[in-house]
């Protein structure tokens, strides 16, 4: 039995172990077909059977079955890719490979722990090894080959960052001309205050060693399996400013003239909170954004492997995520690594049959060209070589700043996008990359920023343009004096006198930290911190209309000490909403509204726009509004129905106000139940 191709591709990533392999292969060829897995991704040497570094004798008796589970995925129609479960290592875990490897130089760590097993990636001895490892690999001919996200500077279990090895001091050395040592070189990594020179040689150093790395590896796959395309598992660009990452040149020297695969990941191994797909979908936004012709599968895994860690609806929910978001597949890491039967946990492979229909009409209205809208939010990849380190900082608190901004915006049902808008929002220090070019380009729009934000302006010299005659840095309210609450009293922007919001934040036994402002003579404070007797003391949230002609608010909280539940609230989405429609000069691309938590989009496609909402509260919304920032008129509208077919529906309706769109759905959106609506525009 074939199925016809999906537009929702399904990649499932399994292992054979060599004790159960004739067992688990009969199944896949049995089960594939009726889960409609349109792909298999053998996970090679995985987890707790990991051998470190694979040994050749091993592999090359392995590779024998990896050529009969091509030639059986061949006859059922189910694509034949690999994913080796490590690079270069993610973790030692007692595994020692100097001994089997002779010479091999290991990872070493900031603070001067030697891996045993995972190895530097600039080693010969390493280099030797992989050639072999992965020529036996491209031999099977894979579709895809996945390179893990081991591939990165960080997270290297027992050591955190690296890597410090003599061969990589001896490179750095010669870059700056003169012998460093592992302390000195961290020292100067670590300067408090503005960056040592030494920051920038160092994360270019790593940048240009990890390129040089997956080179190497698609070159070995492609010197003899031409046709096969890498794909890179990512821990997302956050983090990989630690690597001195430059995607776009790190994607071409992966790919080597082919076509790159990409997995974001999505976090959520083990379910919690449906607000964890916050995160999920902006890792999806961000990693295209600096992949953007990568070919997207997301990781939808779950550890470890039983409905113990996640739920069939949940995983479900991340799948649907991954093609509203635009994703050409996912690869699911779902069924154990020990050789269990996926039969154990049928529900699984149930709802991946079930909800085939359904994903496939979403993905083919997600893939179609065109854009998601929304505030836009910023990344750059320097900015751990521009980042100001604090006394005593380690290595980890380089890493860029800004997911605080995207999920104060989510979840006040405000969408988000990395692409070109008219308003932007940023935190933290994520500024200080952009040159002061770019700087005065985004102060002539809409822009929002948070203390910390508005800090690095001001002492780049933009003060007058963000409407501060000071700044202090951010510190701990309690350190300033007793301060009770945010009071969001303008009116102009929807707020009223004894409107309070709790500075409790971002929780229970938390305190914020607070930058005392002052604001020019032409600012407008919006908010303001207020004391027990509820008088008050400080702005809270101010803004102001500049020279350049652009408009700018500030918040003088310090968002990633703030952001958490106890920061949002209704509100705070009357503040958010008044503040950035005065940004925007008038409606956002896209907001929604109806209820709490949502993960809201809008895509245009030319005449056409695809609206999605996840409602991710338990609670049902009675009914939902997007407001539009929309000249033209709707000419038709469907929803997406359960069975997959794309249907008018009497709940929907639409009303056409100055410059604006409303378009309402006056039925439940239940978290299980995603609403997705077509909207065509008039020509
Ligand atoms: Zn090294």
Known sequence: MKNPPSTAWYALRRSLPTWSFEKNLRELVKLLPEYRIDEIIVVVDTEDFTHGQPPLDWLRAYQTGLFRIAEAMKKIGVRYSLNPWITVGHCDRGRDDRGTLPGLTTMVGDNGVECTSCACPMDPVWRGHAKEVWTLYGQTRPAVIWVEDDIRTFNHEPIQFGCFCERHMARFSRAVGRPVAREELLAALMQPGRPHEWRGAWLSMQRGVMNE??????????????????????????????????????????????????????????????????????????????????????????????????????????????????????????????????????????????????????????????????????????????????????????????AATMEILETHGLATTYDAEGVIATSGQTLRAFSDEQLRTMLAGGLLLDARAALVLFERGFGDQIGLTSIQPPRCVDEIEPLGAEEFFHPDFGGAEKTFMTLTLPWLMCRPSLSAIEPGPRARVVSRMVNPDAQGRYPGMVVFENSLGGRVAVHALELSTAFGTAFCHPHRRRQLMGVLTWLARGPLPVSVDGGVYPLAFRKDCGETSLLGLFNLTLDAWPHAEFTLAEQRRVVGMKVLKQDGRWAKSKALSSRKRAGSLTVSYDAPVTFDEPLFVEVTWDK
């Open 213 to 402: 790395t997956v080179n190497f590896l698609a070159r070995t796959v492609h010197a003899v399996s031409p046709e096969s395309c890498l794909g890179l598992m990512s821990s997302g660009p956050r983090q990989h400013v630690l690597d001195g990452r430059d995607w776009r040149a790190f994607g071409e020297a992966m790919g080597d003239g082919r076509p790159i695969y990409s997995r974001p990941p999505m976090d959520n191994y083990v379910e919690g909170p449906l607000r964890g797909f916050y995160y999920s979908h902006d890792s999806i936004k961000l990693t295209r954004h600096c992949l953007p012709t990568a070919i997207d599968q997301t990781e939808v895994e779950n550890i470890p492997f039983t409905r113990y860690a996640k739920s069939a609806t949940f995983t479900f929910l991340e799948m649907a995520i991954s093609f509203a978001y635009g994703c050409q597949g996912v690869t699911m890491n779902i069924y154990d690594h020990s050789g269990v039967p996926m039969a154990d946990e049928p529900w699984y492979g149930r709802t991946f049959a079930e909800k085939k229909p359904f994903l496939n009409a979403l993905a083919a209205a997600a893939q179609k060209p065109g854009r998601y809208r929304g505030v836009q939010l910023l990344h750059h990849d320097r900015s751990a070589e521009s980042k100001h380190a604090a006394p005593g900082a380690r290595y980890g608190s380089l890493a860029e700043d800004g």
